[in-house]
């Protein structure tokens, strides 16, 4: 007996990590594999029955799994985004919200042939998105502008405010009088806001209040945070029923926007976490139905669905967003995203069995129509949203972009190579006058120390796929790649060679630590620039089938050569590294180093006395400090 359950959980694990895997590996909605996976292990082989297996365990092991949800999505949630933005994801949590559980109660009651208390708990339940699908889906799309942190906000705050709305229609339906029912819904709302909100700041306070004081030691830095979070969503749920999932996500907006402590390491624990949180609960969930409920999908309910995605949501965008700067492509955007996830499943679980153990006969249905929303809504949002944002021209599906970490002259002439191919670029550094001659080159560049938390949140990374660092300091190379991994991924992290690399002083940072080398064995910092010293050049050649890489190799030299990047016809760009050499083909630019010819030389004086000149005239355009 005991082997069996444990063979049934690894399979959860495998199972639920497997398909976000494969998801990740094909380019899909990892919800849509998750679906299908649970269902697979559920009701087609019954290999996995979740009551069976866990018993009166599920529905606390699926409230705290939700609430740890909320709380890694409320560490992703900062003020500074909101400017801008404030009145649109307010509208949309409030009205937006309103209005969509009005249309939802609405058909549910007349296409389902219920009783219009459990449509209007139906219909309270299907108004939360979740960051469990937002997330993915805004990763795979990549919005530009302010539709990403919109559609992320709504969707983390959305889902406490769909769950306090739920229990209290619950509350509200077991009571037989209605004016007692309409004190006890108000009486609930305090509390349930007063007790969520003020336990999340109080786990929030403790937990900064420990790193601060150094109470805590790194090893366990991540499990006492847990803890924290595990306590705060049980201390509230006990106060008062379902606020611990407010307390949660209270928590985590309150620790991602306090400046008193470090708490990226947090992030990136939680972002982990929730991978096996979100595989193994959807898997569980959904392999908790039933062969009827997945076929007896009739007419009733394609109508519904219909009605919810072609009405209700952007009814609720319209309404929400009127009086807004935003315009229409981002409007229509909004209106066409907004999938439901695990939060509505949990939440559908857990009141469809407090309604049977009230002697509701028609609870279980509630379970069958909420997947029926989140099957309909991930497979039509998931699979339609990047279509409609590159119709509509409001996402960078395939960033090609690059952050460029130094300004250093050579640096320059690389990153004015790219945006001469219509590459994005982005230059960082911590030397003013590297980034006043970078902008006096026409590019793009920020002042700042790249590690810095506050400039890492405030950089626009609109339209930029990888970072290449290229530092003179091999730590802060290795550093910046740690700190964007989360964004870009470790495919996407790029660095110079450490100095020292291959020779007896070994290198400085361990090969674990680092990105992948740039352009080739031995290309550190202090090569690059004795190359530069000595007069190599940034080139760019078209190739072509009478002029192919062999032929350019044949030409300056495969030693004199340094390749740096080959960009398609597509503005597909790859990079030169130790690992994973492109293969440049006719049709490809390829950008590289050599030594330069006296055409070039006399090119680069040119460009150097312009540079002056425009610098001169700016001085010269300065008034003068008074004396």
């Known amino acids: 007996m005991t082997e069996d359950i444990l063979i049934k959980l690894a399979a959860i694990v495998v199972v639920g990590v497997g398909a976000q895997w494969l998801a990740w590996r094909f380019r899909i909605p990892s919800i849509l594999l998750l679906l299908l996976a649970g269902i697979f292990i559920g009701p087609i082989t019954e290999f996995v029955n979740p009551d069976e297996l866990l018993g009166d365990l599920l529905i606390p092991i699926v409230t705290l799994s939700v609430g740890l949800i909320l709380f890694e999505g409320g560490l992703t949630l900062r003020f500074a985004d909101l400017p801008g933005v404030a009145g649109v994801v307010r509208n949309l949590i409030t009205v937006g919200a309103a209005v969509t559980w009005a249309i939802g109660t609405l058909f549910a009651w007349l296409l389902f042939d219920i009783d219009l208390s459990l449509a209007i708990l139906f219909g309270a339940i299907i108004i939360v998105t979740g960051p469990t699908v937002i997330g993915p889906l805004l990763d795979h799309v990549r919005p530009t502008g302010r539709l990403g942190p919109i559609l992320r906000w709504e969707g983390i705050v959305i889902d406490p405010i769909g769950a306090v709305l739920a229990v209290l229609v619950f509350e509200a339906l077991l009571h037989d009088q209605l004016d007692e029912a309409a004190i006890d819904t108000v009486l609930a709302i305090v509390a349930t806001v007063g007790i969520g909100t003020a336990i999340g700041l109080l786990g929030a306070g403790i937990m900064v209040l420990f790193l601060r004081r150094y109470w805590i030691p790194d090893a366990l830095q991540n499990p006492v945070t847990l803890m924290l979070v595990i306590a705060a969503i049980t201390v509230a749920d006990e106060l008062k029923s379902e606020s611990g999932l407010l307390a949660a996500t209270v928590m985590g907006i309150a620790l991602a926007n306090q400046r008193l402590v470090n708490v990226h390491h947090i992030v990136e624990f939680k972002e982990n976490l929730r991978v096996l949180i979100i595989g193994g609960i959807f898997v569980i969930l959904a392999a908790g139905l039933t062969i009827e409920d997945i076929t007896d999908f009739g007419i009733e309910r394609a109508a519904f669905l219909a009605i919810l995605i072609l009405v209700a949501r952007p009814l609720a965008v319209f309404v929400s967003t009127l009086r807004s700067s935003l315009n229409w492509r981002e409007r229509t955007f909004l209106a066409g995203m907004a999938p439901r996830g695990i939060v509505a499943a949990a939440i559908a679980a857990i009141f469809s069995l407090r309604l049977a153990e009230e002697g509701n006969a028609d609870a279980p249905i509630l379970v069958p129509l909420t997947f029926t929303v989140i099957i309909g809504t991930i497979s039509v949002y998931g699979l339609g949203a990047g279509r409609l944002a590159r119709w509509l021209n409001v996402s960078y599906p395939n960033p090609q972009g690059t952050l460029i970490v130094g300004g250093q002259p050579w640096a320059r002439r690389i990153a004015k190579a790219l945006l001469d191919q219509d ?205």
């Open 423 to 627: 590459i994005p670029v982005l230059i960082m550094d911590s030397n003013r006058k590297n980034v006043a001659d970078a902008r006096m080159d026409g590019l793009p560049a920020n002042y700042g120390n790249i590690l810095a938390d506050y400039q890492h949140g405030d950089l626009d990374l609109t339209g930029l796929g990888r970072i290449l660092s290229m530092t003179p300091n091999d730590e802060v190379n290795a550093l910046a790649g740690q700190r964007f991994l989360p964004i870009f991924g470790r495919a996407s992290i790029y660095q110079l060679t450490p100095r020292g690399e291959g020779d007896s002083r070994g290198a400085s940072v361990p090969k674990e630590q680092r990105g992948r080398a740039l352009f080739g064995e031995g290309r550190s910092y202090g090569y690059l620039t004795k190359r530069f010293d000595d007069g190599a050049v940034v080139k760019t050649t078209e190739l072509t089938d009478e002029f192919t890489y062999d032929d350019f190799l044949d030409r300056y030299g495969e030693d004199n050569v340094v390749p740096l990047f080959v960009i398609n016809a597509d503005k597909q760009m790859r990079v030169f590294a130790v690992e994973g050499n492109p293969s440049p083909k006719p049709g490809h630019t390829l950008i590289s180093i050599l030594d330069a010819t006296e055409e070039d030389r006399k090119r680069d004086a040119r460009k150097k006395e312009e540079r002056e000149e425009r610098q001169r005239d700016a001085e010269e355009r300065t008034p003068a400090e008074p004396d």
